[in-house]
């Protein structure tokens, strides 16, 4: 059974960092497909916000480019998420996904809340 758990979320000031963990079982992430975070802000649809692909090349929209950076440690099966200069409109659930494609991803974690407040 795939197991994705999320952790690090909480509640922060406009400017300060944050380093979310995604913890992986029955899934090696050394060898996936793609690996990738999420966000869902309220009342909004779900984004895609940081991709980490087989060959390492990693992908960010614009709204996060510079401000957040995806990476991985194999050793311990577990992704990450450094957000740095966070901005209230970076309020949202974060979900951490793996496997498939990057667009579709096979595998979901259950969400750690991020709150920014100005």
């Known amino acids: 059974q795939v197991q994705l758990v999320e952790s690090g979320g909480g509640s922060v000031q406009a400017g300060g960092s944050l380093r979310l963990s995604c913890a992986v079982s029955g899934y090696t992430i050394r060898t996936s497909s793609c690996m990738a975070w999420f966000r869902q802000p309220p009342g909004k649809e779900r984004e895609g916000i940081a991709q980490?692909?087989?060959?390492?090349?990693?992908s960010y929209p614009d709204s996060v480019k510079g401000r957040f950076t995806i990476s991985k440690d194999n050793a311990k099966n577990t992704l990450y998420l450094q957000m740095n200069s966070l901005k209230p409109e970076d309020t949202a659930m974060y979900y951490c996904?793996?496997?498939?494609?990057?667009?579709?991803?096979?595998?979901w974690g259950q969400g750690t809340q991020v709150t920014v407040s100005s």
């Open positions: 996904a793996a496997g498939g494609d990057c667009n579709a991803p096979l595998y």
């Open positions: 980490m692909y087989f060959s390492g090349t990693t």
